[in-house]
Each structure stands twice: as C-alpha cells, then as structure tokens.
C-alpha cells in the first residue's frame, strides 16, 4: 500500500524528519533528475527547461537541473516569478522535455502556465492543482510524469489530478510514513488483505444472504448474487422481496426464496446467524413496508452487512449511528446527499471520514478513485477501474463482492476495499484490454471475476506446498 498524505501531513512529517533540509532537497532532485533521464533515454546533448520558484519545490528543480547539466543535459532554468508565455521563448532553441517545478502543494492561488511543445514532468504534481482535492487553478501544464516524494497527495488521485499528472511514480525520500492514515491499494495488497479459502472450508462458513431485486428489478438482485458466488461465498441465498425470479432468469443463487413486500423473514436471528454476512438493498425498491424492514434489520443483531442502492435511500431518516451490527454503507454522490443533507464536496476523503465518523458505518464513497473510511478515520482507496464501470448495475456487482469478501472473514473496512480494487479490476485488468471503451455492461463483469482474482493471485495453488512430502 501506498501512503496518501495531504500537504499539512506532509509539512508535519518533513518538520519531524531528523534530515536536515538541504539533504531531503538534494535527494528529490536527485530523484527528478533520474525520471528525466529516464523520459529522455539518455542525457548528452538533449535540452531540458526547468521552471522553478521560490520554494522547495523550486529547489527540488534547481538541484535537478545541476545534476542534469552533469550529464551532459543542456538544462536552462526559467524564474516561474516572470516566466514567459511560450516556453522556450521564441527564438531559443528547442527543448525535449520540460520540468515543472514551479510551485508544489502550497501554492494557494491560480497559475498560468507558459505553452510548451515539449512533454512535461512535474515535481510533486502539477503546478496549480490543489493537493488536497485535485481542483485546478488557473491553467497548469498536462504531465505526462509526475515525481512526488514519500506520499501520494490527494489532488493526484481527485478531481483534475489523474488528467494532469500522468504516470506518477513515489520516490522514497527516507521520511518516516507509518503515522499515515490513508493508502493507495495497489494489485499486490490483494491477495495480503484476502486470505485464501482453508482447505477444509465448507460451505456454511462463508455463506451470504442477498436481500435484493423486486418485481420489475430481478436484474440487480442477479447481478449481486453472482457476483457473491464468484467472489468466494460458499454459499448465497438470494431473497426477493416481494417477488420471486422469474422461470426466464439464470439460476444465480443456491436458493432462491420468497419475502412478503417487507422484510419479516430477515428478522429472525436465528437465521442470520447461519450466514457470515449479507448484502441489502439492490433494486428493491422503495416502498415503506420494504423501507421500515430495512431500518428494523440494521438496528437487530447480525452478520456484517452492505447496505446499497435502495438501502441506502431507506437509511435516509434513520439513525444508523445506532446499529447493532457491523455495517458497510456504499453511496456514491446522490446517496451521500440524501444520507447527509449535503454533497460530498470536492475533499472527498474528508467527506467519507464524515459519514463514516458519523454512523459508526464503514463508508465506501463510490467515484473515478474509491474511498473506504473507516469510523476510527483510517481510509483505504482505489484508482484501479475507469469510466466503463460507470453503467446501471456495476454497483450491484460490487455490493456482492463485498458480501463475499465479508463472508471470507475480511473486516469491513479491507473487505470494502479489496472489493472496490478487484471491482475495478474486471474493466482494467492487463488481460482484459479487449474491453471496449463503450458498451460494457454489468452482465459482462461477474463472469470475469474468477480470472480477474486468480490474476491478483487470490486462492492460488503454491505448487511448492503441493509437494511436501513426496518422495
């Protein structure tokens, strides 16, 4: 996992760090100076404009260009305080690449960058765009990579950062990072946070009840329930209130059961607790009697519980604050509006770290990069899905995973965002580049969940064990 810190974190971290200053400068702009060789493919006679400010990231800047010129880089380093409009300024000669190292995480008021014909590489990001929530100020240059030291910042991942930062790579600068609250999920964590399935494991044990779909909206509650079977749930069971799938539906649970238009049967605990978790509230309308179940579930006892979709719209009034079981709440923007009374806002992790602190709910606020708060404000976040999830029905898909990964025995904050990570993994995934950019659909995820996990090496065979004790 990859540490997120926003700039007043960072300040107090650098403040803290038994480095003098000098020596974290020249070790960042050691590290620029790498990526740009990098970029380059080599450095004698190539031309390199280094804009640079005041500040440390100005520094940063100027030590690369020193180290730069060492190489045999003709490096020509440019005063952001009085920089031209075109860079290089007409007349001068031809740059191969551009260095941004303007303005870091504090500048505070928007930056009209020069025009360049040349790719850029920012120094910690993109001069102009707010580190904390990714808003852009003024007109920053587009990177095509962007260098920042010991942490993501936040604006990387939000609003206009991922456009404008382009690959970014984190370069460890020796900082003490393990008071950090927030981390990026990569690939690796996957199979860390999810441990595999005991080889003497029976059904039962991670078994998962589906509360979802309604006559007219079958489609949501198949969507969950196979997503939970694939995902690792030993066993689903699949409740439609009132209503039942009907003859010309896929099987798509191991049982498939009748509810009354309410949720009656869900209040017997002895019921629940034959099932490690469950999934509540894909297409199931929002009729009062379904509503009112909804409320009276969350406040019983039970098994860890996602609440979606519809569920999400029945929670509206209620205090969530005040459940009896382990919940994870999964709203994206308009939920969280009539969950909270107010939008998310642009400081999106700050805003998950609300509601969760508020209902005592682990809170997955869906969008571009996922954020997973926990009550106690740890937050665990993803960037592994892109534009093609954003479809009718992703959402049921993700709300069965997570049931699953509950079912596993994940706690709710890693199950949550383990979930969100493999959820978009089904349209990004290396092997699944086939995918068109339009025109996915939710039906074409589930399917491709099994591969997806064995790609992330989640129940993998270790062929080495396999072969203890033979002769």
């Given at each position: 996992?990859i540490p997120?810190?926003?700039?007043?974190?960072?300040?107090?971290?650098?403040a803290?760090?038994?480095?003098?200053?000098?020596?974290?400068v020249d070790?960042a702009?050691?590290?620029?100076?790498?990526?740009?060789?990098?970029?380059?493919?080599?450095?004698?006679?190539?031309?390199v404009?280094?804009l640079?400010?005041?500040?440390?990231?100005?520094?940063?800047?100027?030590v690369?260009?020193?180290?730069?010129?060492r190489?045999?880089?003709?490096?020509?380093?440019v005063?952001?305080?009085?920089v031209?409009?075109?860079?290089?300024?007409?007349?001068?000669?031809?740059v191969?690449l551009?260095?941004?190292?303007a303005?870091?995480?504090?500048?505070g008021r928007?930056?009209?960058?020069?025009?360049?014909?040349a790719?850029?590489l920012a120094?910690?990001?993109?001069?102009?765009?707010?580190g904390?929530?990714?808003?852009?100020?003024?007109?920053?240059?587009?990177?095509?990579?962007?260098?920042?030291?010991?942490?993501?910042?936040?604006?990387?991942?939000?609003?206009?950062?991922?456009?404008?930062?382009?690959?970014?790579?984190?370069?460890?600068?020796?900082?003490?990072?393990?008071?950090?609250?927030?981390?990026?999920?990569?690939?690796?964590?996957?199979?860390?946070?999810?441990?595999?399935?005991?080889?003497?494991?029976?059904?039962?044990?991670?078994?998962?009840?589906?509360?979802?779909?309604?006559?007219?909206m079958?489609?949501?509650?198949?969507?969950?329930?196979?997503?939970?079977?694939?995902?690792?749930?030993?066993?689903?069971?699949?409740?439609?209130?009132?209503?039942?799938?009907?003859s010309?539906?896929?099987v798509v649970?191991d049982?498939?059961v009748?509810?009354p238009i309410?949720?009656?049967?869900?209040l017997?605990?002895?019921?629940?607790?034959?099932?490690?978790?469950?999934?509540?509230?894909p297409?199931?309308?929002?009729?009062?009697?379904?509503?009112?179940g909804?409320?009276?579930?969350?406040a019983?006892?039970?098994?860890?519980?996602?609440?979606?979709g519809?569920?999400?719209?029945?929670l509206?009034?209620?205090?969530?604050?005040?459940?009896?079981?382990?919940?994870?709440?999964?709203?994206?923007?308009?939920e969280?509006?009539?969950?909270?009374?107010?939008?998310?806002?642009?400081?999106?992790?700050a805003?998950?770290?609300?509601?969760?602190?508020?209902?005592?709910?682990?809170?997955?606020?869906?969008?571009?990069?996922?954020?997973?708060?926990?009550?106690?404000g740890?937050v665990?976040?993803t960037?592994?899905?892109?534009?093609?999830?954003?479809?009718?029905?992703?959402?049921?898909?993700?709300?069965?995973?997570?049931?699953?990964?509950l079912?596993?025995?994940?706690?709710?904050?890693?199950?949550?965002?383990?979930?969100?990570h493999?959820?978009g993994?089904?349209?990004?995934?290396?092997?699944l580049?086939?995918l068109?950019?339009?025109?996915?659909?939710?039906?074409?995820?589930?399917?491709r969940?099994?591969?997806v996990?064995?790609?992330?090496?989640?129940?993998g065979?270790?062929?080495?064990?396999?072969?203890?004790?033979v002769?």
């Open positions: 996992m997120v810190c926003t700039p007043d974190e960072m300040a107090a971290v650098d803290a760090s038994p480095e003098p200053l000098d020596v974290l070790r702009g050691a590290a620029v100076a790498r990526a740009v060789l990098d970029e380059l493919g080599g450095g004698y006679g190539r031309r404009a280094v640079v400010g005041k500040g440390s990231n100005g520094a940063d800047g100027r690369a260009a020193e180290r730069l010129g190489r045999g880089v003709r490096t020509s380093v005063d952001a305080s009085s031209p409009k075109r860079l290089p300024p007409r007349g001068g000669h031809a191969d551009v260095v941004d190292a303005y870091g995480t504090g500048l928007p930056f009209e960058a020069p025009s360049v014909n790719p850029v120094v910690d990001l993109p001069s102009g765009l707010d904390l929530t990714g808003e852009v100020m003024g007109r920053p240059l587009a990177a095509k990579r962007t260098v920042t030291f010991a942490a993501i910042k936040p604006g990387l991942l939000f609003g206009g950062g991922p456009e404008l930062a382009g690959r970014v790579e984190v370069v460890d600068l020796g900082l003490d990072m393990s008071g950090a609250a927030a981390h990026l999920l990569e690939d690796t964590d996957i199979a860390v946070l999810l441990p595999n399935r005991p080889t003497d494991a029976h059904k039962w044990q991670s078994a998962c009840w589906v509360v979802a779909g309604s006559p007219g079958e489609g949501a509650a198949g969507l969950a329930a196979s997503a939970a079977l694939r995902a690792g749930s030993g066993y689903v069971r699949l409740s439609v209130p009132g209503g039942l799938l009907g010309d539906e896929p649970a049982e498939v009748h509810l309410g949720l009656e049967l869900l017997e605990e002895e019921e629940q607790e034959r099932f490690a978790s469950m999934v509540v509230g297409g199931i309308g929002t009729a009062d009697e379904v509503a009112d909804v409320r009276q579930l969350v019983s006892p039970g098994p860890p519980t996602v609440v979606d519809d569920g999400l719209t029945a509206a009034d209620c205090r969530v604050d005040e459940s009896a079981r382990p919940l994870v709440l999964t709203p994206h923007d308009g969280y509006l009539r969950l909270t009374g107010r939008p998310p806002g642009p400081d999106r992790m805003a998950a770290r609300s509601l969760a602190a508020d209902t005592g709910a682990v809170t997955l606020l869906k969008g571009p990069t996922t954020v997973v708060a926990a009550p106690d740890r665990l976040l960037a592994a899905g892109d534009a093609r999830l954003a479809t009718a029905g992703t959402g049921d898909v993700l709300s069965g995973i997570i049931g699953a990964f079912a596993r025995g994940v706690s709710p904050l890693e199950a949550a965002a383990t979930a969100a493999v959820h993994r089904l349209a990004t995934a290396p092997d580049k086939e068109p950019s339009t025109g996915v659909v939710a039906g074409d995820l589930s399917a969940l099994v591969s996990l064995a790609g992330l090496s989640v129940d065979i270790d062929l080495a064990d396999q072969t203890k004790g002769c």
